[in-house]
């Protein structure tokens, strides 16, 4: 009998395996389909520009290989491309922190405290989220050009800061709202505060979603060419990796061995950042939809 158990077990994991391999073999072909692109744009970031005007990136496996760091050390050395990757960093990394801070305590205002309006200010914030960016770019920057504060780090920080924060704030909110409701009330009847339930419960239970915020954020400001190039574009030592590759393009548009080294290196923070922690990302997108 348990032979026979074990038969039909086996049986039935074979043909789950058999039932799901069209699957697998069409979610792999999409994956290498959508990394080949990026495999052509590193391959020819090391070519030598000869080969890239006149032979297709996938002849470069062809023996005799030539390969080379001249592109990177160019585009790094003498087009700048070191500074504003500098810069880059110096703009995502605080705003990201800054949008999960205040998004983290706005959210939980809106789910668990008992305030005046809170329903009506919230679908205000919300609402926030249809707003087209480019309706603000001129007000914002009056505002900012009567304040001194063009072409400045802080003036780009408060920027992406306002512009992320709707989304995050309903991001989040979703999430704290299905925490466990008792676990909270629990804690507040043993006489715990806002402030100690936010930082001791709310926030370890929240790190997928805190993490996937993050990963958003960090992504959309790193990637972003429009608010930096509104709030920065004429400021050359404080511009980011995107206005630098937009302005590689319209000067040196037929140099593409300096393009393609350009372009990898504005992606090879991103990739590595999303490749590090897609664990969280995972987590913090299903969260919404496991909970409640």
């Known amino acids: 009998m348990a032979r026979e158990v074990a038969a039909l077990s086996r049986q039935e994991r074979l043909m789950r395996s058999l039932s799901r391999g069209p699957v697998n073999v069409a979610i792999i072909a999409i994956c290498l389909l959508w990394m080949l692109p990026s495999a052509g744009l590193l391959v020819s970031s090391f070519r030598p520009r000869n080969d890239i005007a006149t032979t297709g990136w996938w002849t470069a496996f062809k023996t005799p290989f030539e390969f080379t760091l001249a592109n990177y050390e160019q585009v790094l050395t003498t087009q700048g491309m070191a ?9 995502s990394v605080p705003v990201t922190v800054f949008v999960v801070m205040v998004a983290a305590f706005a959210a939980y205002a809106f789910a668990w405290m008992e305030l005046p309006g809170r329903d009506a200010i919230f679908l205000v914030v919300v609402g926030l989220i249809v707003v087209p960016i480019q309706l603000t770019l001129i007000p914002v920057l009056r505002m900012f050009s009567s304040a001194g504060m063009t072409g400045t780090f802080p003036a780009i920080w408060l920027a992406h800061t306002a512009y992320g924060l709707p989304f995050a704030v309903f991001l989040l909110r979703n ?23 936010f930082l001791r419960i709310v926030m370890p239970l929240s790190v997928p979603s805190l993490a996937a ?15 930096a190039l509104v709030y920065l574009g004429g400021f050359r030592s404080v511009a980011p990796m995107t206005v630098t590759v937009s302005n590689l393009v319209s000067s040196f548009g037929s140099e593409w061995h300096l393009l ?3 372009a990898f290196i504005s992606m090879m923070l991103p990739l590595a950042v999303f490749f590090a922690l897609q664990r969280y990302f995972v987590e913090g997108i299903l969260a919404g939809a496991v909970k409640g």
């Open 83 to 91: 500074q504003s990757f500098v810069n880059s960093l110096i703009i």
């Open 175 to 197: 999430f704290f709202i299905a925490l466990p409701k008792d676990l909270l009330e629990s804690a507040f009847l043993e006489g715990a505060s806002h402030t100690r339930v």
């Open 213 to 227: 915020l993050a990963i958003f954020q960090f992504l959309w400001v790193w990637n972003d060419l429009l608010v």
């Open 260 to 262: 393609t080294a350009a």
